[in-house]
């Protein structure tokens, strides 16, 4: 263990692949796609980034960023940097521990986790990773009662795929008309279907997507021993 952390390799440690990764927690009254979000509350952020099942610890608050600001991955010291926007009901963390390809499934564990401590949100996670091929994981938490979640190999037949897509465009009220323009395909094999483009699709349908003027935090944080080891295999390990 170094620095005051679970990792073995050293925090100049190169970052082998890149990827995207967020989670978006929704509270009723939802603003919907017209709606305006709140200006970030930090104290809150801190709290959330602390609650949240991949982190032990908040170890420095970092300020805040433009929430539209791309993350840097360069090392292994940039995956200890977590970035929270809390804007109104609606928060979204920022965190490579929600992406993994060492068979557990962290997008799939924090959304349920939160959807049971918040029973009347919306709760939408995606994470992508480029590991040689890409590997993702999306969930769609609605509460309607649809949980949909789905993880494979880009390309691949091998899918874990748990509920309907089709109940996703349901519950959100997605116009079929929309994903008809986006080319989204519910009804197309796993490996084929762009989840991406339908969490897009059901994140638009419950708050504006544009972050255009808002700010984020950036905190850095102790993972989990088990979030620690998985990261290590998805971000650092060739």
């Not at 709140?38 to 960023?65: I, K, M």
């Not at 795929?161 to 465009?169: I, K, M, N, R, Y």
């Amino acid at each position: 263990m170094t620095d005051n952390s679970f990792w073995d390799s050293s925090p100049d440690e190169a970052v082998a692949r890149h990827g995207e990764f967020r989670l978006t927690v929704a509270h009723p009254p939802l603003p919907g796609p017209e709606g305006r979000l709140a200006a970030h509350d930090a104290a809150r952020a801190r709290e959330f980034a602390a609650a949240f099942g991949t982190v032990d610890a908040v170890l420095e608050d970092l300020g805040t960023v433009p929430a539209t600001d791309a993350i840097p991955l360069w090392t292994r010291t940039d995956l200890d940097l977590v970035r929270v926007g809390c804007w109104g009901g609606v928060t979204e963390i920022r965190d490579a521990a929600l992406a993994n390809t060492s068979g557990t499934f962290p997008v799939d564990e924090q959304a349920d986790a939160l959807a049971r401590l918040f029973p009347g949100a919306v709760v939408v996670a995606s994470a992508v990773v480029d590991h040689n091929s890409p590997y993702g994981a999306w969930k769609f938490v609605h509460p309607s009662g649809v949980n949909v979640f789905a993880a494979g190999w880009g390309g691949q037949g091998d899918w874990t795929v748990l509920g309907d897509p089709a109940a996703v465009v349901a519950a959100f009220g997605i116009d079929p008309a929309r994903l008809a323009e986006k080319g989204i395909d519910t009804g197309a094999e796993p490996g084929a279907l762009d989840w991406s483009g339908l969490a897009r699709l059901a994140l638009a349908r419950v708050a504006p997507l544009d972050r255009r003027g808002l700010s984020a935090s950036v905190l850095r944080v102790r993972h989990t021993e088990e979030a620690t080891g998985d990261m290590e295999e998805t971000w650092i390990e060739s």
